[in-house]
């Protein structure tokens, strides 16, 4: 069965340094997505990506995230300075559209902001 | 502003019995909801949708029920196995209105006794 992958599983780093985490969403999935769990809290949506461009984000996410698909089967999500409150499990999803489509998590990049 | 809650934080249900699941959202835009499963540190399962021009979906043991007037659904699972010990969350979405997102609720964790 399809799934979506993420790469790394964990990662720890130093505060103010970036971090790229690494999806590639099911082959034939249109619409890409990153959600994060910080520890013991729910599911949060932070932005969506359809063709090439964002299609919505949260207020979460600000300057300090971006996105991008820089071929034709990766998506990535940078964040350029850490900050402690971006330690969480950050989820990256796909979707073939979008109304009435499910969407299909990967297992999720765990994200230590030291 | 919590759109979507989950206002049991668990449930204890003995093995073979059913297990109730319960969401109620604010929003009257919303029109796509979905149930997922969630492991510590994996990502949620997808379970089951529900559209809302319908009131019930069935798939194996796993029945939803939309409530649109009481903006109320619920997730049955029949009968309880062991296996089901997760946290559960139910996500709806405004599809119609042009978003591309999810709202998650906080979750329920399902505790199944053998």
């Known amino acids: 069965e399809p799934e979506v992958t993420q790469t790394p599983s964990h990662q720890v780093t130093q505060m103010g340094q970036e971090v790229i985490l690494r999806c590639v969403p099911i082959?034939?999935?249109?619409?890409f997505y990153w959600y994060r769990q910080i520890l013991g809290q729910k599911v949060e949506f932070l932005v969506s990506?359809?063709?090439?461009?964002?299609?919505?984000k949260s207020e979460i996410f600000d300057d300090q995230f971006s996105v991008e698909r820089p071929d034709g089967s990766n998506f990535t999500l940078k964040i350029r300075s850490t900050k402690l409150e971006d330690s969480a499990m950050y989820f990256c999803?796909?979707?073939?559209?979008?109304?009435?489509?499910?969407?299909?998590f990967g297992e999720g990049s765990w994200l230590t902001v030291v | 502003d919590q759109q979507v809650k989950q206002n049991s934080p668990s449930l204890s249900v003995q093995e073979g019995r059913i297990s109730i699941l319960n969401c109620d959202y604010t929003n009257s835009m919303f029109d796509y909801f979905l149930w997922y499963k969630k492991y510590p540190a994996e990502g949620p399962t997808f379970l089951i949708s529900?559209?809302?021009?319908?009131d019930k979906n069935e798939d194996g043991r796993f029945t939803v029920f939309l409530n649109k007037s009481a903006k109320h659904l619920s997730l049955h699972i029949v009968p309880s196995q062991p296996g089901d010990s997760a946290v559960y969350f139910c996500?709806?979405?405004?599809?119609?209105?042009?978003?591309?997102?999810?709202?998650f609720g906080t979750g329920t964790r399902l505790k199944v006794l053998a």
């Open positions: 529900i559209s809302s021009i319908k």
């Open positions: 996500a709806a979405s405004a599809t119609a209105s042009g978003t591309y997102k999810y709202i």
């Open positions: 999803a796909s979707s073939w559209g979008f109304s009435g489509n499910t969407i299909y």
């Open positions: 990506f359809y063709n090439n461009e964002i299609s919505e």
């Open positions: 082959s034939n999935h249109l619409y």
